[in-house]
């Protein structure tokens, strides 16, 4: 049993696609949220991977002392979880265990190349949809999930770092 914060409910899932829209993403915009992902996990000591995608490119990454080659396993099956769905990895998760059933019976699509846990979140552009992802691995899935909202909250509320500090 994970001893991370609390779970997500799908209507608070869904809840937080709606909210996090994003007017546009460039490749500064995604280095941007991947930097403030860092301090964020800088400022706590979380020993985390952080990568942030922009289509099918990887445009930031960061791994933090205490991770490993794991998270990175994890970092790249979130990733295509979210990229195959559209929504975030917990959701995906989520509702199929809320069908009665996993994730990978559900779709035939097994871990490790797809990791359905919390921590892969779709980047969304308003009027287009999905353009990117953004991970972390290292935490309880839960709270993976919960620090990419709080750093999409926070750089849709205006509060984004310069480019090229944390």
Known sequence: MTTGGPWPTLDE????????????????DAIDIGLLLLG??????????????????????????????????????????????GHASLFERLRHEESGTTFAEATSLNFPEYAPHGGGVPLVVAGTGPVGVAIVSGLPQQDDH????????????????ALGTT
Do not use: C, W
């Open 40 to 85: 964020m996990a800088t400022e706590r000591d979380l020993a985390v991977t952080i990568e942030v995608r922009k289509g099918d490119r990887v445009v930031f990454r960061a791994a933090r002392t205490g991770t490993n080659a794991h998270n990175d396993m994890y970092v790249a099956g979130k990733a295509r979880v979210v990229e195959r769905f």
């Open 146 to 161: 919960a620090l990419i909202v709080e750093a999409l909250g926070t750089y849709l509320a205006g509060r984004r770092p």
């Open 13 to 28: 899932l869904r809840e937080q696609e709606r909210r996090l829209v994003l007017a546009s993403l460039s490749e500064d």
